[in-house]
């Protein structure tokens, strides 16, 4: 045996084949390249999305799994029924009681303390408020919160800050959906350029909503599947100083 085979051993995507998605994206990076709209290796995120394993969740990232409480099929009902297509947006002031819940839990490491400033964005749909916020470990989480004690968590970074995309652009960090039946929900999380001003998601039956921008990062969450792995059922309209684009999440490095 040489050495790659020992290596190889090693591998934990090994005898894995890419879903539709990761070819799709796959692909798309290459063509972009191939044009000269890129150049070099183009960054890859590592999977993240809810898992849904009996009573709980599990927010599965770079380096290691980590047991959440889930949005309980009556929270996330509540939260679908009562969503809206404009979120409001709120500072770390407004939704401290949730970015403690969110601080508090073991996804990203627990932090001891946390401040108003630890909160990167937040937005409230009906029930629902979604916060994108930092760890005292420095890692990025994502948390949807209904009530006080009804938390979904996903890591987003893992210590070190990520690079902001070229001016006009963003990126997708992650895309997912949990949940079934009328408690379904998708959500999208990506970086954004300093000079993109807003972002939208329309999806293929004609629905279109409003993400929420802040301090280098979009996201969004709305009821239905578009989000789960595999799918590209939905459009990411950017807007910037420059202009307008439009993107199909397999387009988006």
Do not use: Y
Request: hydrophobic fraction near 40%.
């Amino acid at each position: 045996m040489n050495d790659l085979n020992r290596l190889a051993v090693l591998d934990p995507a090994r005898g894995t084949e890419p879903t539709e998605m990761q070819w799709a994206r796959s692909r798309a990076a290459v063509e972009r390249i191939m044009s000269g709209q890129g150049s070099g290796a183009v960054r890859r995120s590592p999977a993240r999305r809810w898992i849904t394993i009996g009573a709980v969740a599990v927010a599965a990232g770079l380096a290691a799994v980590v047991a959440v409480p889930i949005l309980v099929p009556g929270a996330a009902e509540k939260a679908v029924a009562s969503w809206t297509a404009m979120p409001t947006s709120r500072t770390g002031d407004q939704v401290m009681t949730q970015a403690e819940i969110c601080g508090s839990g073991e996804v990203g490491g627990s932090s001891a303390t946390v401040r108003p400033s630890d909160v990167i964005l937040a937005e409230q749909r009906g029930d629902a408020t979604l916060l994108i916020m930092r760890k005292t470990s420095g890692d990025v989480v994502e948390c949807l919160i209904v009530g006080k004690d009804q938390v979904a968590s996903m890591g987003l970074t893992a210590g070190k800050p990520l690079p902001a995309p070229p001016a006009g652009t963003v990126n997708l960090e992650t895309m997912s959906s949990a949940g079934e039946g009328d408690g379904m929900w998708s959500n999208v999380v990506g970086l954004a350029a300093p000079d993109v001003t807003a972002v939208e998601i329309r999806l293929d039956n004609g629905r279109t909503f409003q993400a929420s921008v802040r301090g280098g990062w979009w996201g969004a969450w709305w009821p239905g599947p578009e989000g789960g792995e595999g799918t590209d059922t939905f459009t990411i309209i950017v807007h910037s100083g420059a202009g307008t684009t439009e993107h199909r999440p397999s387009e988006l490095p």
